[in-house]
């Protein structure tokens, strides 16, 4: 199925893999913080990624995320509503599969033959066990016709470049009319990637501050499409912003992310981690990380919940950066 054939075509934007809250006695699922989580990142303009690394998809029940087969899990997605998947490879024989590309090439072929949504190819190599797709895989598999884009969590702009002009060639387009999207995994890369044409962003750290990236999304694409000086320059600033607040977000982890999320956006918004990580002791040692990295900054760019008039950008008060401030859902501070 293509991409431009669907309800909601899939789009160049700022998405958020949402963390999957969880109550803190039972570590039930919070439906009703989830639904929160959802309408604060609409709110952002942000798109929604459900069960990623940060959904901790991988603690889920069988009732929850079947895990016999990619293929099954694709149908589940299209049941429930989703518009499209990000399907990574498996990793626990790495051993063996990362030696084997015809494996690893025969796994994506069958999915992509079977799956009744798009499929974007997910290369994370900390979560498959060091597997690392390079960028004659990707193109390769960016000419399969239900295959729409590829996340890349390896932070290889130089990947990502070659893919997207491969991708974005006038060659390709007349063979594909349907758009191939190019999807950096962090934010902290955001501007060069969208340099060396990649379409956007799937950053975690959407969790926490996601008005900041959209507007660094928006500065960024502007100042390329008119060659404004000064906007490329507000950009690099946005960047160095983001830059910092995303290594905080990746030293703390999932914990330091649910952590943040409910103590300075909403108190049980991000809840606990689900174990076997120690969900307390994660917490502070996830608060502790983020203190050290941002210089105390953690309060002024996240979201309160406050509506208000449209803020400048907000000086911290230790004196160290700024972060950006709108109206809607409150302000990042």
């Known amino acids: 199925m293509s991409p431009s054939t669907i309800s909601r075509p899939f789009t160049d934007g ?41 959904g901790e998809a991988s603690h889920l029940s069988d009732t929850e995320r079947s ?7 694709c149908k589940e997605a299209r049941d429930a509503g989703a518009d499209y998947v990000i399907v990574i490879h498996p990793g626990y024989f790495s051993f063996a599969m990362g030696r084997d590309l015809p494996s690893l090439k025969n796994f994506f072929s069958q999915v992509l033959d079977a799956s009744p949504l798009p499929v974007m190819i997910y290369n994370f190599p900390g979560a498959a066990s060091g597997i690392d797709f390079d960028s004659d895989f990707l193109i390769e598999f960016s000419e399969h016709q239900n295959c729409f884009g590829a996340k890349l969590t390896c932070a290889s702009v130089g990947k990502g470049h070659r893919l997207s002009a491969h991708t974005q060639s006038a060659a390709y387009k007349t063979r594909h009319p349907r758009p191939f999207f190019v999807m950096p995994g962090f934010s902290d890369i ?68 649910k952590y943040a999320m409910d103590t300075y ?41 406050r509506t208000g008039p449209a803020c400048p950008l907000i000086q911290c008060p230790m ?11 409150g302000h990042e501070r």
């Open 319 to 329: 004196g160290c950066r700024n972060f950006w401030g709108e109206v809607g859902w």
């Open 190 to 257: 955001l501007l060069p990637a969208l340099v060396s044409r990649a379409s956007g962003c799937i950053t975690g750290t959407g969790n926490i501050i996601p008005k900041t990236i959209v507007k660094l999304y928006d500065t960024a694409v502007s100042a390329l499409a008119t060659g404004d000086a000064e906007q490329l320059e507000a950009a690099r600033e946005l960047q160095d912003l983001v830059a910092e607040a995303d290594w905080a977000v990746v030293k703390a982890g999932i914990g330091g992310t």
């Open 265 to 305: 956006v909403q108190e049980g918004l991000g809840g606990v981690p689900r174990t076997p990580p120690t969900p307390r002791k994660h917490h502070h040692q996830g608060h502790a990380r983020y203190r050290s990295q941002t210089c105390g900054c953690i309060r002024e760019f996240a979201l309160n919940f």
């Open 67 to 73: 895990a016999k087969e990619t293929i099954r899990l």
């Open 14 to 54: 700022v998405y958020c893999p949402l963390v999957t809250p969880f109550k803190p006695s039972t570590e039930e699922i919070d439906f009703d913080a989830l639904q929160t989580q959802v309408v604060r990142l609409a709110s952002a303009r942000m798109g929604i990624v459900v069960l990623g690394t940060n």
